[in-house]
């Protein structure tokens, strides 16, 4: 993977990294004035009541790494009521080169009312453009409750899922992603305006295919180092509480690749949507290509579709999945495990599935931020994780 580090100044990756934070400090971001926690490289456990703030403490650890966020919120919005709009998340992260200082956050408005584009982003005090290169520090995975329902939800919502866990692996996914739906954007505009042949689209169309074959390759690649994943996470515990499963890429782009070779499937790619362009113009959208396919997940021991299967079934298959991802990433990083923000996590699990979670985590060596309103949910993890009671804007120790 190509790297945004400079190669001649890049740190020597460490023995026996591990990822971790050491201290998180919030100033005016969400319902925290300010916040400041110094902490271990356990597991952490934010305990406290529905809309005391525990899921804001794991977005603002979220924004370590590239992206919005795991609320995907626009930047203004994360700044404290009441404030002048500024709002900062900085970190002492201990990474595979060492402990590094991220700082991120938007500035206030100027008196003119106008406010820089984007999030600020320093690493060690020197600032970055984008927030990008913090995917060269910061691997990270979250579910949220809303992630509970991957298995029944749109296939958008699966394919977002899955493009988050390669970005953790593969940086260039999200630009190359990015490209492709700004060439499509445009491409759907000049269409809406009644241009249906020309050069410009001709080139939109053929950086669609170039870049749209990368992301659907990508997938595939990634699919299928799950899949050997799962099927050794199953062959070394085949009684696991969270069963494996098979998963595949739906989609008319992913059966091409499948079957052949990748610049024949841009060239054919290319030469569909310059016969479609009046099909497209009429739907409104383009109706090929990487942005419809789906994940699809069937219960392995059931062979069953995964959006067949119980809530908690589906809850136990999405953990199986996050942590052959996680497995996936620590042997492609020389054992450092991704942090792992897991808001609500023991809902939908019974006392003996949240055990063997646990046991997973600490086996895996992961930072994984976990919240609940119930603490005694995670009584296991008692002695190997650290307790924290949120409650009325402030975060305190509660082991």
């Known amino acids: 993977m190509a790297s945004a580090i400079d190669q001649d100044t890049r740190p020597t990756p460490q023995t026996s990294p591990r990822l971790w934070v050491e201290r998180l400090t919030l100033a005016n971001f969400r319902s925290y004035p300010s916040l400041a926690l110094e902490l271990s490289a356990d597991p952490v456990v934010l305990t406290g009541a529905n809309g005391s703030g525990k899921t804001n403490v794991l977005e603002a650890v979220s924004l370590l790494a590239p992206g919005q966020g795991l609320r995907q919120a626009p930047l203004p919005d994360l700044a404290h009521t009441g404030s002048d709009g500024a709002w900062s998340v900085s970190a002492r992260v201990h990474t ?23 999030r ?9 453009s984008g927030s990008g290169t913090l995917g060269d520090y910061v691997e990270m995975v979250w579910v949220t409750p809303a992630t509970d329902g991957l298995f029944t939800g749109p296939a958008s919502e699966r394919r977002r899922f899955l493009d988050r866990l390669i970005v953790c692996f593969d940086s260039g996914h999200r630009t190359r992603a990015g490209r492709f739906e700004r060439a499509m954007a445009q491409r759907n505009r000049l269409l809406s305006d009644g241009v249906t042949r020309g050069a410009q689209l001709d080139g939109l169309e053929v950086v669609m295919a170039e870049m749209g074959v990368a992301v659907a390759a990508a997938r595939a690649e990634a699919v299928a180092a799950l899949r050997s994943v799962i099927e050794a996470r199953w062959a070394r515990d085949p009684e696991s509480p969270f069963p494996w499963s098979e998963v595949r890429l739906e989609g008319a ?147």
């Open 253 to 399: 782009i992913d059966n091409d690749l499948a079957s052949r070779a990748a610049v024949d499937v841009e060239d054919g790619y290319a030469r569909l949507l310059g016969g479609v362009r009046e099909r497209d113009r009429a739907a409104g959208r383009a109706l090929d290509g990487p942005h419809r396919s789906d994940l699809a997940v069937m219960h392995g021991p059931k062979a069953t579709a995964a959006r067949h299967a119980s809530t908690g079934e589906q809850k136990a298959l999405l953990m199986g999945l996050l942590l052959a991802h996680a497995e996936l990433v620590a042997a492609r990083r020389d054992g450092l495990a991704p942090l792992m923000l897991l808001d609500e996590v023991t809902a939908h699990l019974d006392a003996d599935r949240r055990a063997a979670l646990f046991d997973e985590l600490v086996r895996l060596g992961t930072q994984a931020w976990m919240t609940g309103t119930d603490r005694q949910s995670f009584s296991s993890l008692v002695g190997r994780a650290q307790f924290w009671q949120v409650a009325g804007g402030s975060v305190v120790r509660s082991d």
């Open 120 to 128: 600020l982003v320093r690493i060690d005090g020197d600032a970055k």
């Open 96 to 118: 595979a080169f060492g402990p590094v200082t991220i700082g991120t956050g938007q500035a206030a408005s100027d008196r003119g009312g106008e406010r820089a584009s984007g």
